[in-house]
């Protein structure tokens, strides 16, 4: 399931965006609700956000790095993710850079984002590179809503 938010059927999309997040909850979920007020007056015609806010939806999960942490779910792209990424784009967070990139290169979207964690990521300033103008980036590194 792909989050889609749509103001008008039937009416040409004026301004559309597209957001690949990191994380699989709270970003997406956060993104959703304030996408939906954006829609609803009118900034945007059109917001998708990749993952989709949970659904409810099982997904395979994988053990964790660090004992003290909880088992961790594995995010199943879907749709215009399922792109194959070139291997030189594969390290964090750069493939999400290049994920928004790949997204909006065929002008269907007006906007991309990348959604990622500050910490534990040693391509930070590759991601910025790459963003470039295209792709902007928004760090949820203590929580998307600060």
Known sequence: MIAM???????PL???????CEDTNTAPNYLFEAG???????????IEIHPSPPSGKVENETPA????????KRRQF???????????YTEQPVR?????????????????????DLD??????RA???AGENVKIAFSSRSIEM
Not at 96 to 114: F, L
């Open 65 to 72: 790095a660090n004992p003290h942490k909880t088992l961790r």
């Open 78 to 88: 879907e749709g215009v993710l399922a792109i194959e990424i070139e291997p030189e």
């Open 96 to 116: 999400y850079v290049r994920i928004a990139q790949k997204a909006i290169a065929d002008g269907t979207y007006d906007e991309g984002w990348a959604v990622y």
């Open 128 to 130: 910025a590179e790459l």
């Open 5 to 11: 938010l749509r103001i008008k059927k039937g009416i």
């Open 14 to 20: 004026q301004r559309n965006i597209f957001i690949v």
């Open 36 to 46: 939906k007020d954006a829609v609803s007056k009118g900034c945007w015609d059109f």
């Open 120 to 125: 534990g990521h040693t391509g930070h300033e």
